[in-house]
């Protein structure tokens, strides 16, 4: 075999017995490791997963959606302005829609309530998600009281309950019919919450949103695009700010891992001091120490990522879904899809060997230029 | 700022980076300034400590250039949803003027830190560090180069806005817009195969000589500097087109993506490969007679001049391979 | 041959504790021979044999090895001549692992891991297969009588098996020179004398050795060719036999 090659291993040998000598050390420290590396990414996949999740909300999404805007705020759109929209080259459809939120105070959740054109759906009956489905305590053929507008409630039976396989996405959903809607809100007539648009070409989406505003100045157009483009910087953000408060905790293992490689207890020091004496190289102790930091950060980088992604696609991120998600009190028991993007495990490595690496350089290399007659005289 | 976790891997990663090579860099000067090596005095033999350090330090570096610049173009990649019009990441990196400087920067920095790394490898084996000076001053300019690697990232990323429209890869690199990226896909086809074939042939050759010889270094590394310029340039111009198998389509990126079997991973690793080990033998040849290299250096150089040779060798077979067997056809 | 001309060694150079611990000794010391070193507690004996063995640099004078084999790590006949005192630590290292054997008083042996873990350590980072590896430290343990220790943890063994342990050690290698520093200090007289008859076992294989030892048994041992003895730094005058 290859002398070098050899020479790796023999090394290798060595610095496996040297960390299980030590067991007690390096086990506190692969644990403390392993729980950093393991929050990371958690965090990491579970944001990612979430982006997932909205991208396939988006994708049901209509292309371009036209509010009108009343004093800066959002106010229903008169149906009429279908018409004109219509009209404009490359518009193939215009959908009026109608939804909005109702907050239920007994369960203080709070619902997506949207007019569904679906025939099936008798009068005063419903579609729900199996999140409301769950904090309600209702299922099919059962009642759900709605306060109208007055005040008084107005029950609908539920006549059907979406499959929980599209959980996040649907899970406070409530459809109703369209009369319903408006009678329950006493939504304006001739009004809708929004404008659905489709186009013949996506490609000529953005100079038709231009009409729209051009045509209807108290409109606002809003591309698909657009949504996801936000989305997916919320979540950048949120990840990114929570990763930036990791930031500390990372920096205080570096601490840890500086300390206890510094700290190199006087028998460690002895033991290269022994090294160097019987023809240990500088460059063979340098060697040992970074298969030790090898073995350690590459173990710790495998336990934590795996235990992140049992966590986050196995255990429903259970540790701090409260934190990330927040937008409901509805927690469906969502299982995220899992997937392994090689980009995101060559991310996390960076982001967790690295400060390792650059934390124990000076230590090894101050442990290993001990003075090989040192030994001579201890 | 975009706060992608990419983003915080990049920026931690190059301010880690930057502060080694500039501490490797004050170390450099100290050593430059006080080497004595006839001298058995305390701080000669301090210093003479500090070299390990330094070349742990260059070696992380270099790791660190290597797969940053894998990951920056992954991370631009990933972030083009943010731009209206940017579809992969040519179109993020044009979202503000430091993309592309930044990532010829990192280019830059990789071959220093490479062809520093080699030199060193050189210098170690002679008994009496033949080659310090040398090093040391070659290690001075990875110093700035660095730092300003890092303050272009920086602003680069400070600067990404999300919204900011772009122009996509589809637009930049396409025929009529001016500009580097747009000169480059606009290069005359028939000329620049011909240059592409021509340097790749001569490279070959010279490093076939290089090897079997010990000889004719200089115009080896230069050849295998112009080699990996005139296929960047190629890649883009043409090469490119065969993989995706569109008449339009130039970026040079998304041949990295799972779509197109991660081809760039073994087109640019070879390519930067035989690049730097190639121009490694040109840095070296200067010092071929010192007394204590004159056996390491012309076998070292020989080594590398074959590692060179072989690695241009599969980037070539690659190339062409996407060439002769894509069902694309360029029109005249 | 060892060559050793002019040499001092400094610690703390240009501070008020400077302290000169070797201060310009020459002397020679032939192949297959053995010398002893000599002197009160301080006298530079052990700073001294540091410098011949490649551990520590001299700060001035010369020290000038040939035929001990290292010369083939410079390119040069194996047998070549060789200064040693400018080299850097990388080659010192490489010369001190093919060409020394070290000794120490403290047997200086790594804890926690077993008698023939600590045989093979010191080649390691040659690169030599650790089967072979292994064969030859164990054929060692048996020519010193500890084979039947070999998978036991050095801390658990009398100090004359640790003396043998750190003996085995030193020849992995296959030195030409041994070194030994106070061989004696932590043996009854019956070990040192056993000591001594493992010491003329080396010399009729050839090895040259070198002992720093204040142990009337080690220094009027009829084997020594030579005697030096030192004080303050300084070789005593007429020391040589
Ligand atoms: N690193 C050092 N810094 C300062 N002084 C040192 C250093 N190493 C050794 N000395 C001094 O050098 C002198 C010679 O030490 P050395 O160990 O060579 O003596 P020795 O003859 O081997 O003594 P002993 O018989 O007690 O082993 C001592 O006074 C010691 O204090
Ligand atoms: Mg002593």
């Known amino acids: 075999m290859n002398r070098s090659l050899q020479r790796h291993l023999n090394i290798l040998d060595f610095a496996l017995s040297s960390l299980w000598r030590r067991k007690g050390k390096n086990l506190a420290l692969l644990a403390v490791y392993t729980l950093i590396i393991f929050i990371i990414a958690s965090i990491v996949f579970f944001t990612q997963a979430l982006k997932r999740e909205a991208d396939l909300v988006l994708q049901d999404a209509p292309d371009l959606v036209v509010q009108r805007m009343v004093a800066g705020r959002h106010d229903p759109i008169p149906v009429s302005y279908g018409t004109g929209i219509a009209a404009i080259r490359g518009v193939s459809e215009v959908t009026p829609r109608f939804w909005g939120y109702y907050y239920d105070p007994v369960t203080g959740a709070n619902f997506t309530l949207v007019a569904s054109d679906d025939q099936e759906l008798k009068p005063e009956?419903?579609?729900?998600?199996?999140?409301?489905?769950?904090?309600?305590?209702?299922?099919?053929?059962?009642?759900?009281?709605?306060?109208?507008?007055?005040?008084?409630?107005?029950?609908?039976?539920?006549?059907?309950?979406?499959?929980?396989?599209?959980?996040?996405?649907?899970?406070?959903?409530?459809?109703?019919?369209?009369?319903?809607?408006?009678?329950?809100?006493?939504?304006?007539?001739?009004?809708?919450?929004?404008?659905?648009?489709?186009?013949?070409?996506?490609?000529?989406?953005?100079?038709?949103?231009?009409?729209?505003?051009?045509?209807?100045?108290?409109?606002?157009?809003?591309?698909?695009?657009?949504?996801?483009?936000?989305?997916?910087?919320?979540?950048?953000?949120?990840?990114?700010?929570?990763?930036?408060?990791?930031?500390?905790?990372?920096?205080?293992?570096?601490?840890?891992?500086?300390?206890?490689?510094?700290?190199?207890?006087?028998?460690?020091?002895?033991?290269?001091?022994?090294?160097?004496?019987?023809?240990?190289?500088?460059?063979?102790?340098?060697?040992?120490?970074?298969?030790?930091?090898?073995?350690?950060?590459?173990?710790?980088?495998?336990?934590?990522?795996?235990?992140?992604?049992?966590?986050?696609?196995?255990?429903?991120?259970?540790?701090?879904?409260?934190?990330?998600?927040?937008?409901?009190?509805?927690?469906?028991?969502?299982?995220?899809?899992p997937v392994i993007d090689p980009y995101l495990i060559c991310l996390l490595f960076l982001l967790s060997v690295g400060p390792y690496v650059a934390a124990t350089v000076v230590p090894s290399w101050l442990a290993a230029t001990v003075d090989p007659d040192a030994a001579m005289r201890s | 700022m975009i706060m992608h976790p990419g983003v915080l891997a990049l920026f931690t990663g190059s301010l880690l980076t930057s502060a080694m090579i500039l501490y490797a860099g004050w170390y450099g000067v100290r050593i430059l300034r006080n080497w004595d090596l006839s001298s058995g005095s305390e701080l000669q033999l301090a210093l003479e400590k500090r070299t390990y350090l330094i070349s742990t330090?260059?070696?992380y570096a270099l790791g660190f250039e290597l797969i940053s610049l894998f990951l920056f173009v992954f991370t631009a990649d990933r972030l083009h949803l943010l731009f209206s019009g940017a579809m992969c990441a040519a179109g993020t990196l044009n979202a503000n003027g430091f993309g592309y400087p930044l990532l010829i920067l990192k280019l830059v920095n990789f071959l220093l830190a490479g062809i520093w790394l080699i030199v060193n490898h050189a210098d170690n084996q002679g008994y009496d560090y033949p080659l310090i000076r040398f090093k040391y001053l070659l290690?001075?300019?990875?110093?700035?180069?660095?730092?300003?690697?890092?303050?272009?990232?920086f602003a680069y990323f400070s600067g990404l806005h999300a919204d900011v429209i772009t122009s996509c890869c589809g637009s930049l690199f396409s025929l009529e817009r001016p500009g580097i990226a747009g000169d480059l896909a606009s290069l005359p086809v028939e000329p620049m195969r011909l240059a592409f074939f021509g340097t790749l042939a001569a490279t070959l050759v010279s490093g076939l000589y290089s090897w079997r010889s010990g000889k004719g270094c200089y115009p080896f590394a230069v050849l295998s500097l112009a080699t990996l310029l005139v296929s960047l340039a190629s890649l883009v111009s043409f090469i490119c087109l065969y993989i995706y198998q569109l008449p339009s389509h130039h970026c040079p990126f998304c041949i990295l993506q799972g779509e197109y079997h991660y081809l760039g991973y073994p087109i640019y690793a070879t390519l930067l490969g035989g690049a730097l080990a190639g121009m490694g033998t040109g840095f070296l040849h200067p010092w071929r007679r010192r007394g204590s290299l004159s056996r390491a250096i012309p076998r070292l150089q020989r080594r590398l001049a074959a590692t060179s040779v072989l690695l241009f060798a599969v980037f070539l077979a690659i190339a062409s391979y996407q060439m002769i067997f894509s069902p694309f056809r360029l029109g005249r | 041959m060892i060559e050793v001309i002019e040499v001092s060694k400094s610690f703390n150079v240009g501070k008020v504790n400077q302290f000169d611990a070797v201060s310009r000794v020459s002397c020679r010391i032939a192949p297959g021979e053995l010398t002893i070193l000599k002197g009160p507690s301080g006298s530079g004996k052990t700073t001294l044999m540091t410098l011949i063995g490649c551990m520590a640099r001299p700060s001035s004078g010369r020290i000038v090895l040939s035929g001990i084999g290292a010369g083939s790590l410079f390119g040069q006949q194996p047998d070549a001549e060789i200064e040693i005192t400018s080299l850097p630590e990388r080659f010192l290292t490489g010369i001190r692992r093919s060409a020394f054997g070290f000794i120490f008083q403290q047997f200086n042996l790594v804890r926690g891991i077993s008698v023939l873990e600590n045989v093979m350590l010191p080649a390691y980072p040659t690169g030599v297969n650790h089967k072979v590896l292994r064969e030859r430290a164990l054929t060692l343990l048996e020519t010193f009588n500890i084979a039947r220790h070999a998978s036991s943890q050095v801390g658990l063994l009398s100090g004359g098996e640790m003396q043998r342990?750190?003996?085995?050690?030193?020849?992995?290698?296959?030195?030409?020179?041994?070194?030994?520093?106070?061989?004696?200090?932590?043996l009854d007289s019956r070990l040192s004398r056993e000591f001594m008859a493992l010491i003329e076992g080396f010399k009729s294989a050839g090895k040259t050795v070198l002992i720093a030892s204040h142990d009337p048994i080690v220094f009027d041992s009829p084997l020594a060719d030579q005697v030096i003895e030192m004080r303050d730094g300084a070789l005593i005058d007429g020391s040589r036999p």
Do not use: C
């Not at chain 1, 045509?215 to 483009?229: G, H, Q, Y």
């Not at chain 1, 255990?315 to 937008?327: D, I, Q, T, V, Y």
């Not at chain 2, 290690?139 to 990232?153: A, G, H, I, Q, R």
């Not at chain 3, 342990?165 to 030193?170: K, N």
């Open chain 3, 165 to 186: 342990v750190a003996i085995a050690r030193a020849l992995i290698n296959d030195p030409s020179v041994i070194i030994a520093d106070e061989p004696t200090a932590h």
């Open chain 1, 125 to 337: 009956a419903i579609s729900i998600g199996s999140g409301v489905a769950r904090t309600s305590r209702i299922s099919i053929g059962d009642f759900l009281p709605l306060k109208d507008i007055k005040g008084s409630p107005v029950l609908f039976s539920v006549q059907k309950i979406f499959p929980s396989s599209s959980e996040l996405v649907a899970a406070d959903l409530i459809q109703l019919r369209q009369e319903d809607f408006q009678r329950l809100f006493d939504f304006p007539a001739g009004r809708a919450t929004d404008l659905a648009v489709s186009a013949g070409n996506p490609a000529e989406l953005e100079t038709i949103a231009a009409k729209i505003v051009h045509d209807f100045p108290d409109t606002r157009p809003i591309l698909k695009s657009e949504m996801i483009r936000t989305y997916d910087s919320v979540f950048d953000w949120r990840s990114g700010m929570v990763l930036v408060v990791l930031a500390v905790a990372v920096l205080s293992f570096i601490i840890f891992a500086w300390d206890k490689a510094t700290g190199l207890s006087a028998e460690e020091k002895k033991e290269i001091g022994i090294l160097k004496s019987i023809g240990w190289e500088t460059t063979d102790v340098l060697l040992l120490k970074s298969w030790e930091g090898i073995v350690i950060s590459l173990s710790a980088f495998l336990f934590g990522v795996s235990l992140g992604y049992l966590h986050v696609f196995f255990f429903s991120a259970s540790l701090f879904e409260h934190a990330l998600k927040g937008w409901s009190v509805l927690y469906p028991e969502f299982k995220l899809t």
């Open chain 2, 139 to 153: 290690l001075v300019p990875l110093v700035p180069w660095s730092l300003l690697e890092f303050s272009y990232l």
């Open chain 2, 57 to 59: 330090l260059l070696t």
